[in-house]
């Protein structure tokens, strides 16, 4: 197994200004991709600190990513601490140098000296390319380990990663098996719920589940070999446990019903009366539920119904007024309690819910907004819109068929 | 100084499945209590790496804090790690065994056998309290260093660092000064224009400053003495020099502007034809702004104004429709420029700006709305609502006092 650790730099990170996402994210592809991480750590900028890390690291690793330090001001110590880790001088990289002078002068703009001071690399150091900043990677051998610097800047270290690094290590590694990853996104049962509705499964040897919680989702990560045949049939066996829990495969609820609703040619209003804007949001999250939205009213001081069967004529209504294909509305109909509604040319549909427990009221609008969500989901599916999850009680329910 | 590590454990936190927010959270905090993290590690839950890892980074430090594999299951590996790192045995605590038999008597349920072993600590091991969860944290001396183990969950860490953890290191360390933070809300220039900006001042030497970037603002966070005598002349000279870019001292925009709607006794509607829902979610997010919002009609498929007074006649009508005090709206003029608008008894204004560079939409929505309620601010202050921020060029502007 190749032994892989990440050193993040920065008194930014250390001291918390900033969460160390970039170590997250890399973890996580470098995971996925069987290259699993054994080690992480953090350091400052201090000189001595980052050289004698870098040592300690490529006595423990054959790989090591160093993120962060590479940026043109004097706080920025990371090449100058591989140099003394591997004993060398700095010198000037002139195919760098060169890079950064044409970039600028591409963007019309004078090239600060201390940029040049980002093209000084320890002697012997491979350059990695930086297409989207001034910061080049660069790459030393020490120890027996292949040292690899990376910039702090998200953007440029995610395309770094990607485009070089992760071509570098695998042809480096041609031996490692890439693990591939499937993602069953699930709503309304807890991880230990979902563990136990999965127990009784005959998961194979080389399989192996993660679970990700992203309220309001848990994530089902089901790792396997790249080319398993078997991968087909263990998805089809988990998501026939899990049912209607099931919310996407591979692809956010929200993707779904973009794809749903273009497919349809639907267009969508919303009636917000308790979610506060939230459907609104969550329409706004990819190019095609944007599209196929036309307005939602958020209205935050609304008297609660005082029938279930308003829900059903107001969302019909609005419907109507909006030229509308579907409307999703919700409504209170006392303090604890909730109309979703759901109308289309197809019918008109409302269920009555209340929470099993008390929630903070962000959580609430999420929650009933994945419930209207789904409804939508089931209603393009030619399924019925109503089904059971764990944060809710169903009081009742009125379909009408147009 | 006193030198402080972190170890963060579990495959979950080592694999990228959670971001790890404990070690930044702690960071932070440690960091304003004068107590500084030098050093931050992470490895998942395997026996030799844990002990090993406990034994280094005692070696290297006067306290270390441990997070996570307290938990009652086979792959919680802390104490084990812990006492075979002090070359101890594991013993059952009686006290936590009590105080844990009781808390499941309390809610009626059974104790899991698995329960029973998160009461076995080090042999020494000194127990602290867990007031909300079943593992208790402890703390071993090791090589001259203070270790203590913490548990995972961030509800239960984040009790038990502030109510036990800094206390004992305040008592142990009595020397280290805690720093008080003064937190400035600014939006509208980058990083280095706002060190720019503030290089001319004279901040006295105990003085420092950190930037911490919440989309859309920046903070400026300044460090001091807890006690110093030169606080409020450094913040009046920071926030004079920053001027029109500061929207909140210690408190977000949004809270000030609760507080504000709340004085003034106003009810605010929006009209979103652009930010896509942003303003009412925003206004979501503090009970005393929930309160003063009426409704937002969120439209995304509006056709564009063709005169920008149309912004105020549509602001105007709406908030006279609403009954609202305050109405706050965006609209499209073209694919490139803006119309925000504010409505109010007082006067109608309204401000054509376009975007300086080219923003993602989410981005977009954010700083308009951020624009908006900062017109609010200013409105609820009697200043002019028209001020320049770095993302937007202003093309024009109508102000109509009624």
Known sequence: MVKISMLSTGEEVLHGDIVDTNASWLSELFFEQGFALDYRSTVGDQLEELTTEI???SQRSDVVIVNGGLGPTSDDLSSLAAAQAAGVALELNQEWLATITEYFSRIGRPMADSNAKQAMLPQGAIVIDNPVGTACGFSIELNGALVLFTPGVPFEFKKMVRDEILPTLKSRFPDVERLVCNKIYTFGLGESGIADTLSSLDIP???????????PFIEVKVFSPYSDSKIETVLTAITEQ?????????????E???????????????????????????????????????????????????????????????RLDTQSDIVLANFKLDDESF?????????????????????PIKAQQVLITTVLLDMLRRHINDESPFVEFGHFERLSVIERKQ
Not at 205 to 215: I, K, N, T
Not at 269 to 283: D, I, K, N, P
Request: no cysteine; aromatic share 10%; proline share 2%.
């Open 55 to 57: 040592i300690a690291l």
């Open 256 to 318: 779904v019903l973009g794809d749903g609703l273009m497919d349809k040619q639907w267009q969508l209003s919303a009636l917000e009366q308790v979610t506060g804007g939230e459907l609104a949001r969550q329409m706004y999250q990819s190019e095609s539920t944007q599209q196929s939205f036309i307005q939602s009213v958020v209205d935050n001081q609304a008297e609660p119904l005082t029938e279930l069967t308003d829900a059903l004529l107001l969302a019909n209504e609005y």
């Open 339 to 359: 109309a979703l509604a759901l109308s289309s040319k197809l019918g008109n549909y409302v269920q009555n819910v209340t929470f099993k427990r008390t929630y």
């Open 205 to 215: 040897e080389a399989f192996s589940l993660g679970y990700r919680s992203y309220m």
């Open 242 to 254: 899990l049912k209607d829990n099931v919310l996407g495969i591979n692809q956010p609820l929200i």
